[in-house]
């Protein structure tokens, strides 16, 4: 089938998914009110995602009625009375099990069907919220779907020969452009108001580039990338000089750049408790304090000192005040990615106003957001009109998407080498805070991101070294325990990856997607002489697609 023919299908689908009684998309805080608030406050479940996740055994109004009934009897036990009102969701079992002694590139391509989920047809009481295509969960606690995760599960995908699942995970983002109007973190219904890294330009860019007509499958999507673009810049037209709205900010001179947000102020449902607590840390208003806990989950790195007036802790959390190097290198890359599909639609007025657009980000990260003392690319206090002069991983996003200059892209390299290069690959940062998105973690996403802006740029040595760091850091985890996890210690602390709200999951998503590609693109990591890491060359496998540096509206200014 044509992809305009499935992108048809899926629409009708996705109607008529909307159209189900019962799917009023609200989110669990709304729909049980107090009887929610005491399951997550008297820490019913040690995880606040458990009860949110949980499937009701009755209409909510019914339990809401029943609570009402008996929460004021002598001896009532809300756990009990939880249990018997709601399934926790159950820890998904395929029947799999590691093969002792596999090669980690055939247990990466066994791990995508455990990790594949069939279309979501969920119950019209679920917080899941409905998709028309198989998919792929990242593992662990995170039984459905996640924005950003999906674009490093993909490249994994692609070199495992599952294009097909690749191309059912794009589809489904587009559906949920179709139905809300954006990506939401996750098909949760709690997520809904909250978007993740804007990656979706990229993700069909990858399909693109491994597809048979790279042009008509631009041409597809331009809706989807159109909406999408429209959601993150949403008021930006009328905007004036030295104010924000919602995701967008517009500074003293005319500057337009994007920020994290999320348009509820109230604690997270999935984490309600520790938001709660969290606020009444701090002398700032709870909704505030509650927005930027939010504009931080938004961005995928919740949490981190990077967001920390103070640099150390949660209650300094100013996640809104801070325009950012990723989210706006992302915000390129749709502007670069609308241009070519209008170009494919034959819209070349709309094609040169996007590739305009793009420049013009462009120039301002390079003007402001660049730190030259540091030498790296920063977040910015757009109030303050100063940089945080802050060193993390963001750092290499505008060389991944060609925005960084020559010189800014070499400093960034030494900078990486010098600050950040540990025994198992990259840092996220250089601070050691206890959370998650900090020190002594690295990240796969990041590991991925940094590896390939430092080859577009030419440091192709240091780019080697990072991958062979973080694949013999990956694959000595999982000769030891048998498993692919979400994070890792990449400097040796002895301690493991830890810090944020829940353990270290396996799985994982990301960590196997990249792993994937990198022994692809760096074959010479992939022998069994010499200590090097041991990856037979799989039957399905791919060979990587052309990299971004080989295409010429890409290249690095």
Known sequence: MALSRARAVLLLLGLWLVALPGLAQQPPSQIYGELFRDVQLQRVFSDGKTFVDAEPKAEPREILRRYAEE??????????????????????DSGYRTVPGQDVCRHIDALWDVLKRPPASPDPYSSLLPLPNPYVVPGGRFGEVYYWDS???MLGLIQSGRSGLARDVLANFASLIDRYGHIPNGNRSYYLSRSQPPFFAAMVELVAESSDDPAATYEDFLPSLAREYAFWMEGADSLAPGSAHRRVVRLPDGTLLNRYWDDSDQPRDESYREDV?????????????????????????????????DGKSLASIR???????????????????????????????RAAEMEARAR???????????DPEAGVFTDYLW???????????ATAYPLVF???????????AQTLEHRLLAPGGLLTTETESGQQWDAPNGWAPLQWLAIRGLARYGHDALAETVARRWAERVVGVYAETGKLTEKYDVADTGRGAGGGEYPNQDGFGWTNGVLRRLLALYPQLSTADGGDIACLTAANDNPPPAAPEALPSRRAP
């Open 71 to 92: 929460k004021g009897k002598a001896g009532f036990d809300l756990a009990a009375f939880v249990r018997r009102y709601f399934t926790p969701p159950a820890a998904h």
């Open 360 to 370: 013009l980000r462009a120039e301002a990260v390079r003007r402001l957001l660049w």
């Open 151 to 153: 674009y490093f599960t």
């Open 277 to 309: 607590e969290t606020a009444r840390a701090t002398n700032r208003a709870p909704a505030e304090v509650y927005r930027d806990l939010r504009a931080a989950a938004e961005s995928g790195w919740d949490f981190s000192s990077r967001w920390f007036a």
């Open 319 to 349: 996640t809104t005040a801070l325009l950012l190097p990723d989210l706006n290198s992302l915000m390129a890359e749709l502007e670069i990615v609308l241009a070519r599909a209008y170009a494919a639609a034959q819209r070349p007025e």
């Open 383 to 393: 109030r303050e009109g100063r940089r945080t002069g802050t060193v993390t991983l």
């Open 402 to 412: 060609g925005l960084a200059d020559r010189s800014q892209a070499r400093r960034v």
